[in-house]
């Protein structure tokens, strides 16, 4: 028998294929000389061609934008803009009002100088009012100041601060609480102002009611419910006991009142509710 002769043994012969991309490290090297995968040189030589990101800047455009408010406006709006950072109950709302211009068109101003949108600012006074105790965010001076014109915040204002002077008018001491979930303490009767529109529930509906609708959480704390009646421009002074669980679409969270939008007529009708119409009495105990 021959005895077999041992081979030398050899290194292993590495292909293009079984080599990784030295950048991704993921697929396999296509480009030998720089040891790039496909994917890597096709975003190289993209890159070669097109040049750097180099992002657009707009400051030609910052500097035509201060010079026509200058020239329309004056020096003060811009001091007005950089004040509205940093003030607490000064908004984009005041400026508007002092130069006679919608609150968008002042926010476009107010992004277009400082690249930055005002909300940020916003959120960060409040938070400031909070920490310092300058004033209470749940006022309605506040809203109306704060929130632009047509947004739901500032249509809600509107109607706590109507419901504010009407509790003065009839020399009824009411508060503002700071903290918790009602809007007004008025003679220690902790009142939660509510307002909605009209419209049609069901199907077959004819009439449309006010739907006023109560979270239960908020249902615990709250004595009274000032429901605002737009048709008959008026507050609806309600106990909380109206606001019954058993009552037409009250499920889940959510507690719901309904009020006709107009009184009915007829000798039978209940008239549901109408009996607290303007019932500032309640809150005068």
């Known amino acids: 028998m021959f005895e077999q002769a041992e081979l030398p043994l050899r290194e292993p012969i590495h292909t293009s294929f079984e080599i990784l991309c030295v950048n991704c490290q993921q697929d396999q ?31 030609a455009k910052w500097h035509t934008l201060k010079k026509g408010i200058i020239k329309k406006y004056g020096p003060e709006m811009l001091v007005d803009l950089e004040t509205a950072k940093t003030k607490p109950f000064f908004s984009l709302t005041e400026i ?42 749940h006022d309605p ?20 601060l109507k419901f504010y002077n009407e509790c003065l008018e009839r020399g009824l001491h009411v508060g503002i609480p700071c903290v918790g979930t009602v809007d007004f303490i008025v ?14 529930f069901g199907s077959r509906a004819i009439t449309k009611k006010y739907r006023y609708n109560t979270k239960k959480r908020q249902f615990k704390v709250t004595d009274f419910y000032a429901c605002f009646h737009s048709t008959r421009n008026c507050f609806f002074i309600i106990p ?3 606001f019954a669980p058993k009552s037409i679409g009250n499920t889940g969270d959510i507690l719901s009142l309904y009020i006709n939008e107009y009184r009915s007529t007829y000798p039978t009708a209940k008239n549901k509710y109408f009996e607290y119409e303007n019932a500032w009495s309640l809150l005068a105990q």
Request: overall charge positive; hydrophobic content about 25%; aromatic content about 10%.
């Open 29 to 59: 090297i296509s480009n030998k000389k720089r040891g790039l995968c496909h994917k890597c040189d096709s975003k190289r030589k993209y890159r070669e061609r097109v040049g750097p990101f180099k992002p657009k800047t707009n400051r």
């Open 96 to 137: 508007a009002l002092k130069y006679g211009i919608t609150r968008e068109r002042v926010r476009q101003f107010f992004k277009g100088i400082y690249q930055e949108d005002f909300r940020k600012y916003q959120i960060a006074k409040t938070n400031r009012i909070h920490a310092e105790q300058l004033g209470c965010v």
């Open 141 to 160: 001076h506040y809203k109306m100041a704060e929130y632009k014109s047509g947004s739901h915040i500032k249509r809600a204002a509107e109607i706590e």
């Open 187 to 200: 003679n220690n009767f902790k009142v939660d102002v509510k307002s909605t529109n009209p419209r049609l």
């Open 240 to 242: 909380k006991n109206m």
